[in-house]
């Protein structure tokens, strides 16, 4: 009778365990059984740009060629409501209407068009530099290529490469007029203070970071070691700016979602720009 009973309790113990493993297994990740969470998720920036166009379904198929509803308004204005991170204060009600209604305005829609530019990725990024972590921010933009398109670091920034080189413009050292005489041979006192060489250089000078980061990276000072957060500039609807990020949660308003939004006029969008790639500072 006892060995009877422990049978059982064995079987219901394997049964609970096997019905838990299905139910993982049925699951993805933290969405353990609940799929309709992972369709509203916006998994892709490729997939936001797609909804923000409304040029697939609500269960992420693309819209057969020809078909009414690719980029049809009334869906779309559906899909723009949730492509906004609700838990930012800043976007408020009346600013997201302001926007759908301009986006999806019958006379004039506005779409994201992915090879048009007017929009760049900023990738915040670690390296060891002569054996020390520090953060360094690439930005990166799409260009033509000879097989398509690619992306392309066009600039970049960060705090220690910065520091590298002094911004004073206030030149104290200087090569004597006359240096041309003796052959430029007092060029020696250029280099012989490293932390004093910008002072030799033309008015003007800016340093170029990027081939800076090259450099170092060649030399083996500079290892890349991994991307910490990703983050699109989207300067491409006219009369305004946001910022798409990706957020993970364990909810509906997850993915990739717009974080930020303003308008912006097209004579501020210079300023804009130079603001987000830190040459203001």
């Known amino acids: 009778m006892i060995q009877k009973i422990h049978k059982v309790i064995i079987l219901l113990v394997l049964s609970v365990f096997l019905f838990e493993g299905n139910c993982y297994?049925?699951?993805?990740?933290?969405?353990?059984g609940d799929?309709?969470?992972?369709?509203?998720?916006?998994?892709?920036?490729?997939?936001?740009?797609?909804?923000?166009?409304?040029?697939?379904d609500?269960?992420?198929?693309?819209?057969?060629?020809?078909?009414?509803?690719?980029?049809?308004?009334s869906m779309r204005k559906k899909y723009l409501e949730v492509l906004f991170d609700s838990e930012n204060a800043s976007l408020t009600k009346k600013l997201k209407k302001d926007f759908i209604d301009d986006v999806t305005n019958s006379k004039a829609p506005k779409f994201i068009e992915k090879r048009?530019?007017?929009?760049?990725?900023?990738?915040?990024?670690?390296?060891?530099?002569?054996?020390k972590n520090i953060n360094v921010t690439l930005y990166l933009r799409l260009q033509a290529d000879s097989l398509g398109y690619k992306w392309a670091i066009f600039d970049v920034y960060s705090d220690v490469?910065?520091?590298?080189?002094?911004?004073?413009?206030s030149k104290k050292n200087f090569l004597h007029p006359m240096s041309h005489e003796i052959d430029f041979m007092n060029l020696h006192r250029a280099f012989r203070d490293p932390n004093e060489i910008e002072d030799y250089g033309v008015n003007g000078y800016k340093m170029d970071y990027l081939s800076v980061l090259f450099y170092l990276a060649k030399?083996?000072?500079?290892?890349?070691?991994?991307?910490?957060?990703?983050?699109?500039?989207?300067?491409?609807?006219?009369?305004?700016?946001f910022s798409v990020e990706?957020?993970?949660?364990?909810?509906y308003n997850s993915g990739w979602m717009i974080s930020q939004l303003m308008p912006l006029?097209?004579?501020?969008?210079?300023?804009w720009t130079q603001h987000i790639l830190q040459k203001d500072k």
């Open 25 to 32: 297994a049925q699951g993805i990740g933290h969405y353990k």
């Open 35 to 56: 799929e309709s969470k992972l369709y509203a998720e916006t998994k892709q920036f490729t997939q936001f740009v797609k909804r923000f166009n409304n040029e697939e």
């Open 58 to 73: 609500m269960n992420g198929q693309p819209y057969p060629t020809g078909s009414y509803k690719f980029r049809e308004l």
């Open 116 to 131: 048009q530019g007017g929009y760049f990725a900023q990738v915040e990024t670690r390296y060891l530099y002569k054996g």
């Open 161 to 169: 490469l910065q520091g590298i080189h002094k911004n004073d413009t």
């Open 219 to 241: 030399s083996g000072d500079l290892t890349f070691v991994t991307v910490n957060k990703v983050k699109f500039h989207i300067f491409q609807i006219s009369g305004w700016y």
């Open 246 to 251: 990706k957020f993970e949660r364990d909810s």
């Open 265 to 271: 006029k097209n004579e501020d969008m210079e300023v």
